[in-house]
Protein backbone atom coordinates (compact mmCIF):
# COMPACT_ATOMS: atom_id res chain seq x y z
CA UNK A 1 0.00 0.00 0.00
CA UNK A 2 1.58 3.55 -1.16
CA UNK A 3 1.49 6.20 1.30
CA UNK A 4 -0.21 9.25 0.47
CA UNK A 5 2.59 11.09 -0.34
CA UNK A 6 5.15 8.34 -1.36
CA UNK A 7 7.84 6.49 -0.42
CA UNK A 8 8.43 2.74 -0.37
CA UNK A 9 5.40 -0.14 -1.08
CA UNK A 10 4.18 -1.82 2.01
CA UNK A 11 4.19 -5.64 2.02
CA UNK A 12 0.16 -7.08 1.89
CA UNK A 13 -0.52 -8.14 5.39
CA UNK A 14 -0.73 -12.10 5.75
CA UNK A 15 -3.14 -13.88 7.63
CA UNK A 16 -0.44 -15.34 9.45
CA UNK A 17 1.49 -11.92 10.33
CA UNK A 18 -2.38 -10.58 11.71
CA UNK A 19 -2.88 -13.63 13.91
CA UNK A 20 0.56 -13.32 15.27
CA UNK A 21 -0.38 -9.92 15.83
CA UNK A 22 -3.29 -10.69 17.54
CA UNK A 23 -1.77 -12.92 20.17
CA UNK A 24 0.86 -10.20 20.93
CA UNK A 25 -2.71 -7.91 21.96
CA UNK A 26 -4.11 -10.95 24.08
CA UNK A 27 -4.73 -9.72 27.57
CA UNK A 28 -3.13 -11.40 30.44
CA UNK A 29 -2.72 -11.23 33.98
CA UNK A 30 -0.45 -8.31 33.54
CA UNK A 31 -2.95 -6.30 31.39
CA UNK A 32 -4.06 -3.23 33.00
CA UNK A 33 -7.88 -2.88 33.33
CA UNK A 34 -8.02 1.03 33.76
CA UNK A 35 -6.11 3.24 31.34
CA UNK A 36 -2.80 4.88 32.70
CA UNK A 37 -4.29 8.48 33.07
CA UNK A 38 -1.23 10.00 33.06
CA UNK A 39 0.70 7.62 30.24
CA UNK A 40 -2.69 8.06 28.24
CA UNK A 41 -2.99 10.19 24.95
CA UNK A 42 -6.91 10.04 25.86
CA UNK A 43 -6.55 11.62 29.63
CA UNK A 44 -4.73 14.72 30.79
CA UNK A 45 -3.36 15.14 34.26
CA UNK A 46 -5.31 16.38 37.11
CA UNK A 47 -2.61 18.91 37.62
CA UNK A 48 -3.25 20.39 33.93
CA UNK A 49 -4.91 23.63 33.96
CA UNK A 50 -7.18 22.43 30.90
CA UNK A 51 -9.25 20.96 34.16
CA UNK A 52 -11.53 23.25 35.50
CA UNK A 53 -15.27 24.25 36.19
CA UNK A 54 -14.72 27.05 34.38
CA UNK A 55 -15.29 25.18 30.83
CA UNK A 56 -18.84 24.58 31.71
CA UNK A 57 -21.13 27.54 30.11
CA UNK A 58 -23.27 27.22 33.44
CA UNK A 59 -20.67 27.66 36.18
CA UNK A 60 -18.87 30.78 34.21
CA UNK A 61 -22.53 32.38 34.09
CA UNK A 62 -22.69 31.63 37.76
CA UNK A 63 -19.73 33.62 37.95
CA UNK A 64 -20.74 36.50 36.01
CA UNK A 65 -23.84 36.93 38.11
CA UNK A 66 -21.74 36.73 41.50
CA UNK A 67 -19.59 39.52 40.05
CA UNK A 68 -22.52 41.67 39.02
CA UNK A 69 -24.44 40.84 42.63
CA UNK A 70 -20.92 42.17 44.10
CA UNK A 71 -21.10 44.89 42.08
CA UNK A 72 -24.62 45.62 43.66
CA UNK A 73 -23.97 45.11 47.05
CA UNK A 74 -20.88 47.54 46.86
CA UNK A 75 -23.00 50.57 45.28
CA UNK A 76 -25.46 49.79 48.26
CA UNK A 77 -22.64 49.84 50.71
CA UNK A 78 -21.79 52.41 49.76
CA UNK A 79 -24.80 54.34 49.86
CA UNK A 80 -25.42 53.12 53.84
CA UNK A 81 -21.78 54.12 54.88
CA UNK A 82 -22.49 57.37 53.32
CA UNK A 83 -25.58 57.53 55.27
CA UNK A 84 -23.62 57.22 58.88
CA UNK A 85 -22.69 61.10 57.71
CA UNK A 86 -25.12 62.32 55.56
CA UNK A 87 -28.54 61.14 54.93
CA UNK A 88 -29.47 60.67 51.72
CA UNK A 89 -33.25 61.26 50.71
CA UNK A 90 -35.35 58.23 51.48
CA UNK A 91 -32.68 56.43 53.30
CA UNK A 92 -33.23 57.36 57.18
CA UNK A 93 -33.59 55.02 59.34
CA UNK A 94 -35.26 55.81 62.63
CA UNK A 95 -32.57 53.52 64.58
CA UNK A 96 -28.79 53.96 64.10
CA UNK A 97 -28.47 53.19 60.63
CA UNK A 98 -25.27 50.46 61.74
CA UNK A 99 -27.32 47.60 61.80
CA UNK A 100 -28.51 47.77 58.20
CA UNK A 101 -24.38 48.77 57.03
CA UNK A 102 -23.81 45.56 58.99
CA UNK A 103 -26.21 43.29 56.85
CA UNK A 104 -24.55 44.75 53.83
CA UNK A 105 -21.40 44.66 54.54
CA UNK A 106 -22.03 40.76 55.76
CA UNK A 107 -23.13 40.34 52.10
CA UNK A 108 -19.91 41.74 50.83
CA UNK A 109 -17.45 40.31 52.81
CA UNK A 110 -19.70 36.84 51.74
CA UNK A 111 -19.29 37.75 48.26
CA UNK A 112 -15.98 38.54 48.07
CA UNK A 113 -14.99 35.60 49.80
CA UNK A 114 -17.00 33.59 47.23
CA UNK A 115 -15.34 35.29 44.06
CA UNK A 116 -11.53 34.93 45.41
CA UNK A 117 -11.97 31.08 46.26
CA UNK A 118 -14.76 30.55 43.59
CA UNK A 119 -12.96 27.48 42.02
CA UNK A 120 -12.28 25.48 45.27
CA UNK A 121 -15.15 24.48 46.88
CA UNK A 122 -15.26 22.96 50.50
CA UNK A 123 -17.93 20.89 52.46
CA UNK A 124 -17.31 23.03 55.25
CA UNK A 125 -18.09 26.17 53.57
CA UNK A 126 -20.96 24.74 52.20
CA UNK A 127 -22.34 23.63 55.99
CA UNK A 128 -21.42 27.11 57.15
CA UNK A 129 -23.58 28.98 54.57
CA UNK A 130 -26.24 26.79 55.91
CA UNK A 131 -25.79 28.23 59.13
CA UNK A 132 -25.12 31.76 57.71
CA UNK A 133 -28.44 31.32 56.19
CA UNK A 134 -30.61 29.97 59.02
CA UNK A 135 -29.07 32.72 61.55
CA UNK A 136 -29.70 35.49 58.96
CA UNK A 137 -33.38 33.99 58.67
CA UNK A 138 -33.43 34.62 62.16
CA UNK A 139 -32.85 38.20 62.05
CA UNK A 140 -35.18 38.70 59.27
CA UNK A 141 -38.07 37.37 61.53
CA UNK A 142 -37.18 39.56 64.29
CA UNK A 143 -36.56 42.86 62.53
CA UNK A 144 -40.08 42.19 60.84
CA UNK A 145 -41.94 40.70 63.44
CA UNK A 146 -41.12 43.12 66.47
CA UNK A 147 -42.75 46.16 65.87
CA UNK A 148 -40.53 48.52 67.42
CA UNK A 149 -37.60 47.26 65.55
CA UNK A 150 -39.66 47.38 62.26
CA UNK A 151 -39.98 51.13 62.94
CA UNK A 152 -36.53 51.94 64.12
CA UNK A 153 -34.83 49.95 60.73
CA UNK A 154 -37.59 50.48 57.96
CA UNK A 155 -37.36 49.49 54.66
CA UNK A 156 -34.03 49.99 54.62
CA UNK A 157 -33.10 47.51 56.94
CA UNK A 158 -35.21 45.19 56.00
CA UNK A 159 -34.04 45.64 52.51
CA UNK A 160 -30.39 45.11 53.82
CA UNK A 161 -31.35 41.77 55.44
CA UNK A 162 -32.96 40.24 53.21
CA UNK A 163 -30.49 40.59 50.84
CA UNK A 164 -28.07 39.36 52.86
CA UNK A 165 -30.09 36.21 53.35
CA UNK A 166 -30.26 36.05 49.59
CA UNK A 167 -26.83 36.25 49.37
CA UNK A 168 -26.15 33.57 51.80
CA UNK A 169 -28.66 31.13 50.00
CA UNK A 170 -26.84 32.14 46.76
CA UNK A 171 -23.66 31.23 47.62
CA UNK A 172 -24.39 28.22 49.01
CA UNK A 173 -26.11 26.79 45.64
CA UNK A 174 -22.86 28.27 43.58
CA UNK A 175 -20.51 26.72 45.85
CA UNK A 176 -22.69 23.16 45.13
CA UNK A 177 -22.79 24.33 41.24
CA UNK A 178 -19.01 25.07 41.34
CA UNK A 179 -18.57 21.50 42.97
CA UNK A 180 -20.56 19.30 40.65
CA UNK A 181 -18.88 21.25 37.66
CA UNK A 182 -15.46 20.03 39.13
CA UNK A 183 -16.22 16.81 39.50
CA UNK A 184 -17.72 16.72 35.64
CA UNK A 185 -14.67 18.11 33.98
CA UNK A 186 -12.30 15.72 36.53
CA UNK A 187 -14.09 13.04 35.39
CA UNK A 188 -14.04 13.72 31.91
CA UNK A 189 -10.88 15.00 31.16
CA UNK A 190 -8.90 12.87 33.70
CA UNK A 191 -10.97 9.66 34.13
CA UNK A 192 -12.25 10.27 37.45
CA UNK A 193 -13.24 12.69 40.61
CA UNK A 194 -10.32 13.88 41.71
CA UNK A 195 -10.19 13.50 45.62
CA UNK A 196 -6.69 14.81 46.19
CA UNK A 197 -5.85 18.35 47.27
CA UNK A 198 -2.51 20.47 46.88
CA UNK A 199 -1.02 22.24 49.66
CA UNK A 200 -1.96 25.52 47.85
CA UNK A 201 -6.15 24.12 47.86
CA UNK A 202 -6.02 23.23 51.44
CA UNK A 203 -4.38 26.02 52.51
CA UNK A 204 -7.72 27.77 50.33
CA UNK A 205 -10.37 26.03 52.12
CA UNK A 206 -8.38 26.55 55.63
CA UNK A 207 -8.60 30.83 54.90
CA UNK A 208 -12.07 29.81 53.19
CA UNK A 209 -13.68 28.25 56.36
CA UNK A 210 -12.03 30.24 59.00
CA UNK A 211 -13.85 33.19 56.92
CA UNK A 212 -17.19 31.97 56.88
CA UNK A 213 -16.68 30.79 60.74
CA UNK A 214 -15.85 34.41 61.30
CA UNK A 215 -19.13 35.55 59.58
CA UNK A 216 -20.95 33.14 61.38
CA UNK A 217 -19.85 34.33 64.81
CA UNK A 218 -20.79 37.99 63.75
CA UNK A 219 -24.38 36.25 62.91
CA UNK A 220 -24.47 35.29 65.88
CA UNK A 221 -23.50 38.10 68.16
CA UNK A 222 -25.33 40.60 65.70
CA UNK A 223 -29.00 37.87 66.38
CA UNK A 224 -27.85 38.23 70.37
CA UNK A 225 -27.81 42.14 69.72
CA UNK A 226 -30.99 41.74 68.15
CA UNK A 227 -32.80 39.37 71.11
CA UNK A 228 -31.83 42.17 73.31
CA UNK A 229 -33.54 45.08 71.29
CA UNK A 230 -36.34 43.13 70.89
CA UNK A 231 -36.63 42.60 74.56
CA UNK A 232 -36.23 46.10 75.33
CA UNK A 233 -39.16 46.91 72.89
CA UNK A 234 -41.32 45.54 75.50
CA UNK A 235 -40.35 48.70 77.73
CA UNK A 236 -43.42 51.59 77.52
CA UNK A 237 -41.89 54.91 77.46
CA UNK A 238 -43.73 56.64 80.62
CA UNK A 239 -44.94 59.84 77.77
CA UNK A 240 -46.27 60.01 74.68
CA UNK A 241 -44.55 59.89 71.94
CA UNK A 242 -45.07 62.62 68.51
CA UNK A 243 -44.17 63.01 64.93
CA UNK A 244 -42.18 65.96 63.98
CA UNK A 245 -40.11 67.15 60.93
CA UNK A 246 -43.12 65.97 58.63
CA UNK A 247 -43.89 62.83 59.98
CA UNK A 248 -40.02 61.56 59.46
CA UNK A 249 -39.19 60.14 63.37
CA UNK A 250 -41.30 60.56 66.94
CA UNK A 251 -39.82 62.42 70.02
CA UNK A 252 -40.78 61.38 73.36
CA UNK A 253 -42.01 63.96 75.93
CA UNK A 254 -43.25 63.13 79.86
CA UNK A 255 -44.77 65.69 81.45
CA UNK A 256 -45.40 65.28 85.28
CA UNK A 257 -47.47 67.56 88.30
CA UNK A 258 -49.78 70.67 88.39
CA UNK A 259 -49.81 74.04 86.69
CA UNK A 260 -51.12 75.54 89.79
CA UNK A 261 -50.21 75.41 93.40
CA UNK A 262 -52.55 74.83 96.31
CA UNK A 263 -53.68 78.24 96.43
CA UNK A 264 -54.45 77.91 92.28
CA UNK A 265 -51.41 80.23 91.23
CA UNK A 266 -50.23 79.62 88.17
CA UNK A 267 -46.58 78.20 88.42
CA UNK A 268 -43.97 77.50 85.68
CA UNK A 269 -43.30 74.43 84.25
CA UNK A 270 -39.38 73.37 84.84
CA UNK A 271 -38.47 71.71 81.47
CA UNK A 272 -35.13 69.46 82.43
CA UNK A 273 -32.41 68.88 79.61
CA UNK A 274 -30.06 66.44 80.09
CA UNK A 275 -26.36 66.04 79.48
CA UNK A 276 -24.26 63.60 77.66
CA UNK A 277 -27.00 61.19 78.64
CA UNK A 278 -31.21 61.04 78.50
CA UNK A 279 -32.86 63.09 81.69
CA UNK A 280 -34.32 60.15 83.04
CA UNK A 281 -30.30 58.20 84.42
CA UNK A 282 -31.36 60.62 87.50
CA UNK A 283 -32.39 64.26 86.85
CA UNK A 284 -35.82 62.14 86.44
CA UNK A 285 -35.72 61.02 89.88
CA UNK A 286 -34.41 64.05 91.16
CA UNK A 287 -37.25 66.09 89.60
CA UNK A 288 -39.97 63.77 91.29
CA UNK A 289 -38.09 64.21 94.83
CA UNK A 290 -38.37 67.68 93.96
CA UNK A 291 -42.47 67.70 93.56
CA UNK A 292 -43.16 65.52 96.68
CA UNK A 293 -40.80 68.36 98.59
CA UNK A 294 -43.07 71.15 96.63
CA UNK A 295 -40.15 72.72 95.79
CA UNK A 296 -41.51 72.75 92.15
CA UNK A 297 -45.10 71.82 90.76
CA UNK A 298 -44.80 70.46 87.37
CA UNK A 299 -41.88 69.77 84.88
CA UNK A 300 -41.74 68.38 81.68
CA UNK A 301 -38.61 66.65 79.68
CA UNK A 302 -38.29 66.30 76.09
CA UNK A 303 -35.83 63.37 74.86
CA UNK A 304 -33.79 64.68 72.80
CA UNK A 305 -33.89 62.90 68.90
CA UNK A 306 -31.65 59.45 69.33
CA UNK A 307 -31.94 59.39 73.28
CA UNK A 308 -34.01 56.80 74.83
CA UNK A 309 -37.63 56.67 73.53
CA UNK A 310 -36.94 59.04 70.85
CA UNK A 311 -36.29 57.92 67.20
CA UNK A 312 -32.80 59.29 65.49
CA UNK A 313 -33.02 61.73 63.22
CA UNK A 314 -31.35 62.51 59.58
CA UNK A 315 -28.53 63.49 59.40
CA UNK A 316 -27.08 66.27 59.84
CA UNK A 317 -28.20 67.27 62.95
CA UNK A 318 -27.17 70.34 64.37
CA UNK A 319 -28.21 71.67 67.83
CA UNK A 320 -30.62 73.99 66.38
CA UNK A 321 -32.20 71.40 64.43
CA UNK A 322 -32.78 69.40 67.42
CA UNK A 323 -33.71 72.02 69.27
CA UNK A 324 -36.94 72.86 66.62
CA UNK A 325 -37.90 68.84 66.91
CA UNK A 326 -38.33 69.13 70.50
CA UNK A 327 -40.14 72.90 70.16
CA UNK A 328 -42.94 70.82 67.84
CA UNK A 329 -43.26 67.93 70.11
CA UNK A 330 -43.92 69.99 72.96
CA UNK A 331 -46.75 71.64 70.81
CA UNK A 332 -48.12 69.17 69.57
CA UNK A 333 -48.29 67.91 73.00
CA UNK A 334 -50.18 71.05 74.04
CA UNK A 335 -47.49 72.50 75.99
CA UNK A 336 -46.50 76.09 75.68
CA UNK A 337 -44.70 76.65 79.26
CA UNK A 338 -44.26 79.18 80.73
CA UNK A 339 -41.01 77.36 81.77
CA UNK A 340 -38.05 77.40 83.48
CA UNK A 341 -35.22 76.08 81.62
CA UNK A 342 -33.15 73.33 84.15
CA UNK A 343 -30.18 71.68 81.88
CA UNK A 344 -27.05 70.65 82.47
CA UNK A 345 -23.48 69.92 80.28
CA UNK A 346 -23.85 69.91 76.78
CA UNK A 347 -27.58 69.89 77.46
CA UNK A 348 -27.09 73.92 78.55
CA UNK A 349 -26.02 74.14 74.85
CA UNK A 350 -29.72 72.78 73.58
CA UNK A 351 -30.98 74.91 76.27
CA UNK A 352 -29.66 78.48 75.76
CA UNK A 353 -31.02 77.72 71.60
CA UNK A 354 -34.32 77.17 72.79
CA UNK A 355 -34.44 80.01 75.59
CA UNK A 356 -33.34 82.82 72.64
CA UNK A 357 -35.87 81.36 70.27
CA UNK A 358 -38.88 80.99 72.87
CA UNK A 359 -37.74 84.52 74.73
CA UNK A 360 -41.50 85.18 75.88
CA UNK A 361 -41.69 81.95 77.38
CA UNK A 362 -38.88 81.80 79.13
CA UNK A 363 -39.01 82.69 82.89
CA UNK A 364 -35.77 81.27 84.37
CA UNK A 365 -32.51 79.30 83.54
CA UNK A 366 -30.47 77.10 85.77
CA UNK A 367 -27.42 75.40 84.41
CA UNK A 368 -25.74 72.77 86.31
CA UNK A 369 -22.02 72.48 85.20
CA UNK A 370 -22.48 73.75 81.73
CA UNK A 371 -20.83 73.78 78.74
CA UNK A 372 -19.43 76.96 77.44
CA UNK A 373 -19.14 77.51 73.30
CA UNK A 374 -15.60 76.69 73.80
CA UNK A 375 -16.02 73.19 74.27
CA UNK A 376 -17.98 72.88 71.01
CA UNK A 377 -14.31 72.41 69.28
CA UNK A 378 -13.79 69.37 71.74
CA UNK A 379 -17.00 67.64 71.06
CA UNK A 380 -16.95 68.09 67.82
CA UNK A 381 -12.99 67.28 66.78
CA UNK A 382 -12.48 64.07 64.48
CA UNK A 383 -10.28 62.46 66.48
CA UNK A 384 -13.29 61.39 68.68
CA UNK A 385 -16.07 61.07 65.86
CA UNK A 386 -13.79 58.56 64.24
CA UNK A 387 -14.23 56.70 67.67
CA UNK A 388 -17.45 57.10 67.90
CA UNK A 389 -17.91 55.93 63.94
CA UNK A 390 -15.74 52.59 64.92
CA UNK A 391 -17.99 52.20 67.71
CA UNK A 392 -20.72 52.16 65.87
CA UNK A 393 -19.93 50.07 63.24
CA UNK A 394 -19.03 47.33 65.83
CA UNK A 395 -22.51 48.48 68.19
CA UNK A 396 -24.52 45.33 66.17
CA UNK A 397 -22.03 43.01 67.64
CA UNK A 398 -23.07 43.67 71.37
CA UNK A 399 -19.67 43.16 72.70
CA UNK A 400 -20.78 45.03 75.60
CA UNK A 401 -24.66 44.81 75.94
CA UNK A 402 -24.40 41.06 75.28
CA UNK A 403 -21.83 40.67 78.29
CA UNK A 404 -23.39 43.27 80.53
CA UNK A 405 -27.09 41.33 79.88
CA UNK A 406 -25.63 37.99 81.07
CA UNK A 407 -23.03 38.27 83.55
CA UNK A 408 -23.83 41.34 85.03
CA UNK A 409 -27.77 42.19 84.99
CA UNK A 410 -27.79 44.91 82.91
CA UNK A 411 -32.11 45.29 82.74
CA UNK A 412 -33.98 47.17 79.75
CA UNK A 413 -33.83 50.11 81.91
CA UNK A 414 -30.29 50.04 81.40
CA UNK A 415 -29.85 49.88 77.58
CA UNK A 416 -32.96 52.16 77.31
CA UNK A 417 -31.89 55.07 79.43
CA UNK A 418 -29.84 53.86 81.93
CA UNK A 419 -26.21 53.35 82.58
CA UNK A 420 -25.72 51.15 79.52
CA UNK A 421 -27.55 53.21 76.96
CA UNK A 422 -24.32 54.83 75.52
CA UNK A 423 -23.86 51.29 74.29
CA UNK A 424 -26.90 51.01 71.84
CA UNK A 425 -26.36 51.37 68.18
CA UNK A 426 -29.03 54.79 68.32
CA UNK A 427 -27.28 56.35 71.13
CA UNK A 428 -23.55 56.09 69.37
CA UNK A 429 -25.26 57.30 66.13
CA UNK A 430 -26.60 60.59 67.88
CA UNK A 431 -23.30 61.50 69.37
CA UNK A 432 -21.79 61.06 65.90
CA UNK A 433 -24.13 63.33 64.52
CA UNK A 434 -23.35 65.79 67.36
CA UNK A 435 -19.84 65.15 66.69
CA UNK A 436 -20.07 66.03 62.76
CA UNK A 437 -21.50 69.30 63.56
CA UNK A 438 -20.68 70.44 66.97
CA UNK A 439 -18.19 73.11 65.54
CA UNK A 440 -19.46 74.43 62.45
CA UNK A 441 -23.68 74.45 62.42
CA UNK A 442 -23.94 73.78 66.09
CA UNK A 443 -21.93 76.73 66.78
CA UNK A 444 -23.53 79.22 64.77
CA UNK A 445 -26.85 78.35 65.87
CA UNK A 446 -25.42 78.85 69.80
CA UNK A 447 -24.03 82.34 67.78
CA UNK A 448 -27.44 83.33 66.34
CA UNK A 449 -28.98 82.33 69.73
CA UNK A 450 -26.41 84.39 72.01
CA UNK A 451 -27.48 87.44 70.24
CA UNK A 452 -30.93 87.69 70.72
CA UNK A 453 -31.25 86.10 74.31
CA UNK A 454 -33.41 88.17 76.48
CA UNK A 455 -30.50 90.09 78.92
CA UNK A 456 -33.54 90.24 81.74
CA UNK A 457 -33.88 86.41 82.44
CA UNK A 458 -33.04 85.43 85.79
CA UNK A 459 -30.02 82.91 85.86
CA UNK A 460 -28.67 80.75 88.30
CA UNK A 461 -25.44 78.74 87.92
CA UNK A 462 -24.11 75.80 89.93
CA UNK A 463 -21.32 74.72 88.84
CA UNK A 464 -18.93 70.78 89.52
CA UNK A 465 -15.85 71.93 92.24
CA UNK A 466 -14.21 68.48 90.93
CA UNK A 467 -14.68 69.97 87.49
CA UNK A 468 -13.15 73.24 88.13
CA UNK A 469 -9.96 71.32 90.14
CA UNK A 470 -9.26 69.05 87.37
CA UNK A 471 -9.39 71.87 84.53
CA UNK A 472 -8.18 75.45 85.37
CA UNK A 473 -10.29 76.97 82.05
CA UNK A 474 -13.57 75.35 83.77
CA UNK A 475 -13.75 77.67 86.12
CA UNK A 476 -13.39 81.03 83.65
CA UNK A 477 -15.83 79.03 81.30
CA UNK A 478 -18.21 79.14 83.90
CA UNK A 479 -17.92 82.93 85.31
CA UNK A 480 -17.72 83.92 81.15
CA UNK A 481 -21.89 82.07 81.39
CA UNK A 482 -22.70 83.95 84.49
CA UNK A 483 -22.82 87.28 82.01
CA UNK A 484 -24.97 85.34 79.78
CA UNK A 485 -28.12 87.78 80.75
CA UNK A 486 -27.90 90.88 83.46
CA UNK A 487 -29.77 88.81 85.82
CA UNK A 488 -27.62 86.66 87.89
CA UNK A 489 -29.48 85.08 90.85
CA UNK A 490 -26.60 82.87 92.46
CA UNK A 491 -23.73 81.19 91.08
CA UNK A 492 -22.93 78.23 93.29
CA UNK A 493 -19.39 76.04 93.23
CA UNK A 494 -20.19 72.06 95.05
CA UNK A 495 -16.75 71.37 95.97
CA UNK A 496 -17.26 67.67 96.25
CA UNK A 497 -19.49 66.98 93.13
CA UNK A 498 -18.63 65.39 89.93
CA UNK A 499 -19.41 66.94 86.65
CA UNK A 500 -22.90 65.19 86.85
CA UNK A 501 -23.58 67.92 90.21
CA UNK A 502 -26.88 66.18 91.04
CA UNK A 503 -25.08 62.36 91.86
CA UNK A 504 -24.54 64.12 95.85
CA UNK A 505 -26.71 64.84 98.33
CA UNK A 506 -25.70 68.53 98.79
CA UNK A 507 -25.36 69.33 94.77
CA UNK A 508 -28.93 67.55 94.73
CA UNK A 509 -29.89 70.33 98.08
CA UNK A 510 -28.64 73.28 96.25
CA UNK A 511 -29.59 72.26 92.47
CA UNK A 512 -33.57 72.15 94.34
CA UNK A 513 -33.07 75.12 96.36
CA UNK A 514 -32.24 76.78 93.21
CA UNK A 515 -35.49 75.59 91.35
CA UNK A 516 -37.70 76.44 94.16
CA UNK A 517 -36.23 80.19 93.99
CA UNK A 518 -36.59 80.51 90.21
CA UNK A 519 -40.00 78.88 89.79
CA UNK A 520 -41.81 80.32 92.42
CA UNK A 521 -39.72 84.11 91.96
CA UNK A 522 -41.13 84.10 88.72
Not at 100 to 115: C, D, E, H, V, W
Not at 170 to 191: H, I, N, P, Q, S
Request: hydrophobic share 40%.
Amino acid sequence: MNRLWGGRKDQDDSPRDSLDQGSENAPNEHTRLLPNRVESTNYLSPDDPAVSPYNLWSVRLVRYLTVLFTILTFVWWTILLVSNFVTPPGFHTRGSGFFPFSYASLALANLLFTLIFFAIPSKPVRVLSIVLGALLLVNAILLVSVEKTRHEEGWVGMVSVLWALLMAIWTLLMDRLVKWGKTEEEERLTGRAETRRTLGEWTAVLVSTLSMIILALVVVLTTCTLILRALDAGLAPPGELYWVDGDKYMIHVYCHGNKTDSKGTTLPTVLLEGGAGPVEDGLWQFADEAINNGSISRYCFVDRPGLAWSDAAPSPLSAGMAVEAVSEALARAGEDGPWILASAGIGSIYSRIFSARHGRDIKGLLFIDPYHEDDLGGVGSPGRGFILWIRGIISPLGLDRIPGALFNGRTKEDRVWGQSAYQTGKYIFTKLQENLVADTLSKRDLASSTAIQNPDVPLSLVSSGVKIREDSSWEDKQRDLSHLTHNLQHWDIVNKAPHQVWRTRKGRDIIEKRLRQLVYGA
